[in-house]
């Protein structure tokens, strides 16, 4: 019978345990604008930035007076990088929810909170970055950007 060396053993759970956490690991939300509880004057865009190319199913905005219509259709084609132009937000507390499906065909659902103050700063978008971006499909790339509260 052959010995096996206490660091040969070591190196096969190691490598053992690192395949287990990949095969069960999810997609995530990496970043937001507005972020998770973030105070920022109404939105023009909704940007959301997965860790994984995504297939987005579900997005919406909840506020005090309900569900605001900003129009999103699920994105057919996986992306990391979405973003929603927003409708005129009143000032108080908003959550967003979400759905995604990721390359290994999961579902994985989240939410997040924000608050709109009129005085507030404006959201900050890094945009230098998104050239790999999907827009919802009732939206065209310049409507989207239109809107930008930055300059490329």
């Known amino acids: 019978m052959k010995k096996v060396s206490i660091w040969q053993m070591f190196a096969t759970l190691v490598l053992a345990l690192g395949i287990q956490s990949a095969a069960f690991a999810h997609t995530h939300l990496s970043m937001s604008s507005p972020q998770a509880d973030e105070t920022v004057s109404s939105p023009s865009v909704l940007m959301l930035t997965f860790g994984d190319d995504v297939r ?13 219509d900003i129009g999103f ?10 973003h929603m ?15 995604a499906i990721g390359a290994d065909g999961h579902s994985v659902s989240n939410e997040f909170g924000f608050t709109v103050d009129p005085n507030a700063p404006a959201a900050v978008m ?5 050239d790999d971006h999907a827009h919802d499909a009732a939206h065209s790339h310049d409507e989207a950007h239109s809107q930008d509260a930055h300059s490329h």
């Open 85 to 99: 132009p927003m409708p005129f937000m009143a000032a108080g507390q908003y959550v967003v929810n979400w759905t």
């Open 73 to 82: 259709t699920p994105v057919a084609d996986a992306q990391a990088r979405f």
């Open 56 to 68: 987005l199913v579900r997005v919406s905005v909840t506020g005090a007076s309900g569900e605001l």
């Open 126 to 130: 890094n945009h230098g970055e998104m």
